[in-house]
């Protein structure tokens, strides 16, 4: 698993429609982001940046946890995911921006936009397998404040995660090597121990680890395949050729039909939230 932590960002640019996309189906990634951030519980007052913040649902939530002394930047390099939280997180009786809560582009791997020792919390909700963790946790380290701490959720890469095995075993078979690499787009998400080990060599301390067990569930493969494109931006299946979109989707559509249970398709995963502190 090692190898997965020193990779470059794979994150690529997508569409509105796919921003969009996540925007309107978000709650299952949504879930683990708050169990984060109820266990974070975190002060009125505090100053808190949200790296990789989509479109804000998130942020937004944590700036009614620290009040009109508190402040929340969410950080996300993908422009149009910021544009929807722009436009979503108005204040409804100022018909503005909330007073506590700011976007903007960039990206995590470089926070040179604050200074250090600044913030009291930096969280990552469904980030980090797009980042050189090292890099990010360097920065996350530096612009918080002595005492602060880094909290982050993800699948976890302990355990087995069916659309992200699909993925793999598809995309191997010989039809696509023709086309693509076997290793187009596929994440390795971070594992306990190897997310600890970065932890302490980013000069965090007190690692803490949760493992949650949940169901994802959608009416039809489509449905689902829909889901999980929106929630890797564009980068599972529909950043693949045109050449052979229909048959990644036919082939794609045929393994998540294995998983039909009355509810429609239904696949189990476990995600882990992490937390460290800066001494
Ligand atoms: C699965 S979404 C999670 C969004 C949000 N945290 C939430 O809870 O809804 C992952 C986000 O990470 C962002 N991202 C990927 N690489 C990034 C980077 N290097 N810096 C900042 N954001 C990044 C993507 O644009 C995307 O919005």
């Known amino acids: 698993m090692t190898g997965v932590m020193d990779k470059q960002a794979s994150f690529q640019p997508e569409t509105e429609k796919s921003a969009q996309f996540y925007n309107e189906d978000c709650e299952d990634q949504l879930k683990l982001g708050r169990f984060m951030i109820k266990k974070l519980n ?3 007052g505090a100053h808190v940046l949200d790296i ?3 479109p804000g649902t998130l942020t937004v939530e944590i700036a009614d946890d620290v009040g ?7 950080i996300d390099l993908g422009e149009e995911r910021i544009k929807i939280a722009l436009q979503t997180h108005k204040d409804p009786t100022l018909n503005t921006y909330r007073p506590n809560v700011s976007f903007i582009v960039g990206d995590a791997h470089n926070l040179s936009h604050f200074p250090d020792n600044h913030f009291d919390y930096v969280v990552a909700n469904t980030v980090i397998h797009y980042l050189d963790l090292r890099k990010a946790l360097k920065e996350a380290f530096r ?3 002595p005492g602060g701490t880094f909290a982050a959720s993800s699948v976890s890469g302990d355990h ?3 659309p992200f095995a699909i993925k793999k075993e598809v995309q191997s078979r010989g039809y696509y090597r023709a086309h693509i690499a076997p290793t187009m787009d596929l994440f390795d998400f971070p594992t306990q121990s190897g997310l600890e080990a970065l932890f302490l060599d980013s ?3 007190c690692a803490s680890f949760d493992l949650i067990h949940s169901t994802l569930v959608r009416k039809d493969p489509r449905a689902m395949i829909n889901y999980v494109d929106a929630s890797c931006s564009g980068t599972y299946i529909r950043s693949f050729p045109e050449a052979i979109q229909a048959t990644a989707w036919a082939d794609f559509e045929a393994e998540f039909e294995k998983f039909r249970t009355e509810r429609g398709i239904e696949l189990e995963y476990v995600g882990m939230t992490a937390y460290a ?3």
């Open 68 to 74: 009109p002394t508190g402040n929340v930047i969410g």
């Open 203 to 205: 000069g965090f301390q």
């Open 42 to 44: 975190i002060p009125k």
């Open 52 to 54: 990789g913040c989509g």
């Open 160 to 162: 087995t995660c069916p």
């Open 277 to 279: 502190t800066k001494a």
């Open 143 to 145: 612009v918080l404040k």
